[in-house]
T-cell receptor, first 112, second 114 residues
Framework: AQSVTQLGSHVSVSEGALVLLRCNYSSSVPPYLFWYVQYPNQGLQLLLKYTSAATLVKGINGFEAEFKKSETSFHLTKPSAHMSDAAEYFCAVPSGNTPLVFGKGTRLSVIA | DAGVIQSPRHEVTEMGQEVTLRCKPISGHDYLFWYRQTMMRGLELLIYFNNNVPIDDSGMPEDRFSAKMPNASFSTLKIQPSEPRDSAVYFC????????????FGPGTRLLVL
C-alpha cells in the first residue's frame, strides 16, 4: 500500500529564510500527491497537488513542490518564510481504496 | 458556499455517555469523509460515503462507533458509549470525486471524554 513519510515532525526557520518540508512516497509512482496546510484550530486546506501534468507544482501563498521520481520525493518549498506560514503541513497520497492517506505532519515555526 | 459545516465545535462529556457529531458537506459533493486526528496517531480516515452509501468503514475503531448519512446534506458520527481514549479532533470532509479531487475539510469537533 502506498504511504508517505514526512521527515521532521517540527521545523523551525527564521522569517525570510527558505522553507523546506520533506515528503517521500513509499512505492510505485503515485498518480497524485497533495500538500495540505492546517492552521491552529482549523481544518486542513489544500496547498497544492501534483497530477503528473508537471513536475513543478505551484500552490497558494508562494509555496511550490517538485515531484522527483528518482528520489521518490515531493518536497515543499517557499523561498522566504513569513510569520503567517506557521502551521502544520501534511503530505498525502491515494492508497488502494483509500482516497487519501496522510503523513504524520510537520509543524512549521517561524521565528521573528 | 459556506464550506463544510460541523457541529458542535467543542464537546466535553463523561465516559459512558453517547456523543453525536454532525456534518453538512458542500452542496454537490458526492463524497463525505470522517477523520480523527490525535497526537499519537495523526490523521486517520474512519469512514467515507459516496452518494450517502458507506463505501469503506475499515477505519472505524470498534463497534462503539457508527456513522450515517441519511441524505446528501447531513451525516452523523456517533460514539456510544464514549471512552477517554476517544478524545480527539474529528473532521468531516467532502469532495466531488473519489480520487484526485480536493477534499474540503470542516473546522473539526474537539471532543474531550472525561
Amino acid at each position: 500500500a502506498q504511504s508517505v513519510t514526512q521527515l521532521g515532525s517540527h521545523v523551525s526557520v527564521s522569517e525570510g529564510a527558505l522553507v523546506l518540508l520533506r515528503c517521500n512516497y513509499s512505492s510505485s509512482v503515485p498518480p497524485y500527491l497533495f500538500w495540505y496546510v492546517q492552521y491552529p484550530n482549523q481544518g486542513l486546506q489544500l496547498l497544492l497537488k501534483y497530477t503528473s501534468a508537471a513536475t513543478l507544482v505551484k500552490g497558494i501563498n508562494g509555496f511550490e513542490a517538485e515531484f522527483k521520481k528518482s528520489e521518490t520525493s515531493f518536497h515543499l518549498t517557499k523561498p522566504s518564510a513569513h510569520m503567517s506560514d506557521a502551521a502544520e503541513y501534511f503530505c498525502a497520497v491515494p492508497s488502494g481504496n483509500t482516497p487519501l492517506v496522510f503523513g504524520k505532519g510537520t509543524r512549521l515555526s517561524v521565528i521573528a | 458556499d459556506a464550506g463544510v459545516i460541523q457541529s458542535p465545535r467543542h464537546e466535553v462529556t463523561e465516559m459512558g455517555q453517547e456523543v453525536t457529531l454532525r456534518c453538512k458537506p458542500i452542496s454537490g459533493h458526492d463524497y463525505l469523509f470522517w477523520y480523527r486526528q490525535t497526537m499519537m496517531r495523526g490523521l486517520e480516515l474512519l469512514i467515507y460515503f459516496n452518494n450517502n452509501v458507506p463505501i469503506d468503514d475499515s477505519g472505524m475503531p470498534e463497534d462503539r462507533f457508527s456513522a450515517k448519512m441519511p441524505n446528501a446534506s447531513f451525516s452523523t458520527l456517533k460514539i456510544q458509549p464514549s471512552e477517554p481514549r476517544d478524545s480527539a479532533v474529528y473532521f468531516c470532509a467532502s469532495s466531488r470525486r473519489r480520487y484526485q479531487e480536493t477534499q474540503y475539510f470542516g473546522p473539526g469537533t474537539r471532543l474531550l471524554v472525561l
